[in-house]
């Protein structure tokens, strides 16, 4: 069995907030694999379904973002589930706006979603971070991550999630790479090559070169010419 966890915090209040992007995430993956309906248990609420010939467990702990890994802790030890197999989807100040990266392991980075994980599980679980950008001082962090996205985060946001919905399965299959490309081609789509050729059959002819033409006469040529 895998286990993802999306974090973010519990309520309507929260729901559209850059540090519920975790939620966004595991909502948008169990939409679109027909996963079972969210139920609670594990002091969070959890829906299940199969991704990759594999069973997949979801996870949104309710226990607010700075205590998840009490609601963590609770799912791996009741399914005994190993914390390679478990990943966590979760927002990252230090990436772009629509940026996603894979990491096993490390630090938390101050988040305190993951600061609480690491209490309870230790550091060798999965993270998918989802990034959202930076506000551009700390001390405005906090408000930053705690306000909704913008009107102008919605085109990426919505690329993003469709890219996660779409790559999920070679996330569980174990391919990294697979999962991001997928992301990739929602978020940063190649540029159509007939868009290309047509710029290339428009563009203009190149102008001819002049055709060689003789040297003007001197003033002594045509002073000789008068008295042929």
Not at 143 to 172: C, P, S
Not at 185 to 206: G, I
């Amino acid at each position: 069995m895998k286990l993802f966890v999306g974090l973010g915090n519990p309520g309507a209040k929260y729901a559209h907030n850059r540090h519920n992007i975790g939620f966004m995430a595991l909502d948008r993956i169990a939409e679109d694999h027909q996963f079972t309906p969210w139920r609670s248990k594990f002091q969070g609420q959890i829906c299940d379904g199969t991704l990759a010939g594999q069973k997949v467990l979801l996870l949104k702990p309710a226990t607010f973002m700075n205590l998840s890994g009490q609601s963590v802790g609770a799912a791996v030890r009741f399914h005994k589930i190993p914390l390679d197999q478990v990943t966590v989807f979760h927002d990252e100040l230090d990436l772009a706006p629509g940026k996603l990266r894979l990491k096993q392991g490390g630090g938390h980075a101050g988040h305190n979603g993951l600061r609480s994980i690491h209490a309870h599980l230790g550091a060798d679980y999965r993270r998918v971070r989802l990034g959202i950008g930076h506000p551009g001082h700390k001390d405005a962090v906090a408000g930053f991550v705690l306000r909704d996205f913008a009107k102008v985060d919605q085109n990426w946001l919505a690329a993003m999630l469709t890219g996660i919905g779409n790559g999920a399965k070679h996330l569980v299959a174990g391919d990294g790479e697979k999962f991001m490309n997928a992301v990739a081609l929602q978020t940063a789509p190649p540029r159509s090559s007939k868009t290309t050729n047509a710029a290339a059959q428009t563009s203009p002819e190149p102008a001819a070169a002049p055709a060689d033409r003789a040297p003007a006469p001197s003033p002594l040529q045509k002073l000789l010419d008068k008295f042929k």
